[in-house]
Each structure stands twice: as structure tokens, then as C-alpha cells.
């Protein structure tokens, strides 16, 4: 499957990368409650999420797969939503 380039808030574009996105979505779960296998759990399903809903996509914006990132894994536990909405970076 070939993945979109992501449009950045800057407006710069960057390739889609499935690490950062687990990445993030994985240390949300951890600064909640959920053990490491829970939030490995989370965090699959979340990519399975995403990579459905950027399937056939050239070019997405980083707000748009943050909104769906949030949604997905919010199903899953509202607690580590909470964590990965509030948590941006900001460089």
C-alpha cells in the first residue's frame, strides 16, 4: 500500500509515517493507566483504523489524520484520547 504525503501545519509536505503515528498514539497510553501490552493493543487497532481511512488518498492534512487518530483511539479509551489530543507538539 503506498501512503500520501501529509501537509503539515506549515504547509511544508513530509511523507506519511506509520512509526510517528504509533509512536504518539503509544506514549498517550502510556501516560494513562494502561499497561504496555494494553496500549500495544490500542495502538494496533488505531493504525488498522488509519490505514483504512487513508487508503487511496494522495495527500492528507496532518489535521485531518489528527482528528482521526483522536476518534480512534478515543473508541478505545477516552483517558489516552485525552492524553494524544492535549499533548501536541509545537515546533
Known amino acids: 500500500m503506498t501512503h500520501p504525503h501529509i501537509v503539515k501545519r506549515k504547509e511544508h509536505e513530509e511523507p506519511y509515517d506509520n512509526h510517528k503515528v504509533y509512536a504518539s498514539c503509544y506514549a498517550a ?15 494496533a487497532e488505531v493504525m488498522t483504523d488509519l490505514d483504512r481511512w487513508i487508503e487511496g488518498k494522495d495527500m492528507v492534512r496532518s489535521e485531518e489524520i489528527f482528528k482521526e ?10 483517558e489516552a484520547a485525552f492524553m494524544y489530543k492535549t499533548h501536541l507538539d509545537v515546533s
Open 69 to 78: 487518530i483522536t476518534q480512534s483511539i478515543y473508541r478505545r479509551n477516552k
Open 29 to 43: 497510553c502510556l501516560n494513562t493507566s494502561l499497561s504496555k501490552k494494553e496500549a500495544e493493543t490500542i495502538c
